[in-house]
């Protein structure tokens, strides 16, 4: 284990927003834990690749930076296979490994940003697929019994974009390694229409699991920016899902705005679309704005703090609002111990 004093967080969030941590430990095995003071959640935060992450100001107490790695085959029957890995992996490069194993089943999440640990806490999903559909278990530490434990993915109560470890019992558990449940037997899911004719444009009838692959990583450089070149956590805002009365009302006074059925007689609204509606795709304050590429991301175009990036959130939460009266949820976690 590391540990650093008064230590830069610039790095450490996709954001790029300026913080510094009290302290930096860095987790680099599970035995690691046992040495640690239990997580002080007015003081203290878990880090895994910081995607998912808006530091609004500094962490006065403790970061628990997680690195623990490995990724290894537990069980493997020809048909289906069982994998055990440390929540400090890089997700896409977990993706791309398991492919080259030739196993199926994450080819849509591609590209994802993050490490595997943030995977469970916000049922990470894209192209018609989320975690859930694959997730058999988790094993984290429960830091206020210093005791592992596991969780099945019933468990876990994993929802759109959250789960027990997000909204359930936040910063109760650090996850250390998840369990994945792959087949050798490519089934794709084409429901997405983007990906269906992202795959029609290369004449690819047949994909195979790489194919699919490659056509989500197509799509998410095409229509997200990179963070590793601007500032960004991916899409800032969760799609509403509102009763279906609602919808029907919304959709009497906007009649182009998407929308797909969710479970329970609910519809699941862009929110995209809403803010584009608004006229905010590209608004800028200062160097936080609303994406020009994509109206669900806002970025950090150079020296916006957090603080300025949730401005820019907020000013597209309230028009929203008074335009559709709907309220957008953020996807990522928004850290502010002054407020």
């Not at 790029?16 to 035995?31: F, Q, Y």
């Not at 975690?131 to 988790?138: A, C, E, I, P, T």
Request: include cysteine.
């Amino acid at each position: 284990m590391k540990v650093a004093e008064r230590a830069s967080l610039q790095a450490l969030n996709s954001f790029s927003a300026p913080a510094t941590a009290g302290l930096l430990a860095t987790i680099e095995r599970e035995e690691d834990l046992l040495d640690l003071p239990t997580l002080d959640p007015g003081r203290d935060l878990v880090l895994g690749d910081g995607s998912n992450v808006l530091l609004v100001g500094d962490v006065p107490g403790t970061v628990f930076l997680n690195r623990i790695m490995g990724r290894s085959v537990v069980a493997d029957d020809g048909r289906n296979a069982m994998l055990e890995v440390g929540a400090g992996e890089n997700w896409h490069a977990l993706v791309q490994w398991t492919l080259n194993q030739r196993l199926c089943g994450l080819e849509n999440l591609s590209l994802i940003p993050g490490s595997v640990g943030a995977a469970p806490i916000q049922n990470i999903g894209a192209y018609g697929v989320e975690l859930s559909s694959v997730l058999d278990s988790v094993t984290a530490w429960d830091w206020q019994t210093r005791a592992w434990l596991c969780f099945s993915a019933e468990e876990c109560e994993l929802a759109y974009r959250d789960s027990l470890f997000r909204s359930g019992a936040p910063d109760r558990y650090l996850i250390t390694s998840i369990r994945l449940r792959l087949s050798h037997e490519f089934q794709p899911r084409l429901d997405y229409a983007g990906l269906r004719e992202e795959l029609a444009a290369r004449c690819l009838a047949r994909p195979t699991a790489q194919d699919v692959s490659d056509a989500v990583i197509r799509l998410r450089r095409r229509k997200l920016p990179d963070p590793a070149e601007i500032g960004n956590a991916g899409s800032f805002f969760k799609n509403p899902i509102v009763e279906a009365d609602l919808a029907a009302r919304l959709l009497a006074d906007h009649p182009g705005l998407p929308n797909w059925s969710a479970q329970d007689d609910t519809v699941k609204l862009s929110a995209a679309w809403m803010i584009e509606r608004c006229g905010l795709k590209g608004h800028r304050e200062g160097d936080a704005a609303v994406s020009e590429r994509h109206a669900l991301v806002l970025v950090n175009h150079g020296t916006a703090t957090g603080a300025q990036i949730l401005l820019v959130a907020h000013t597209v939460q309230a028009a929203v609002s008074a335009e559709f009266g709907i309220l957008l949820e953020p996807e990522p976690r928004i850290v502010d111990f002054k407020g």
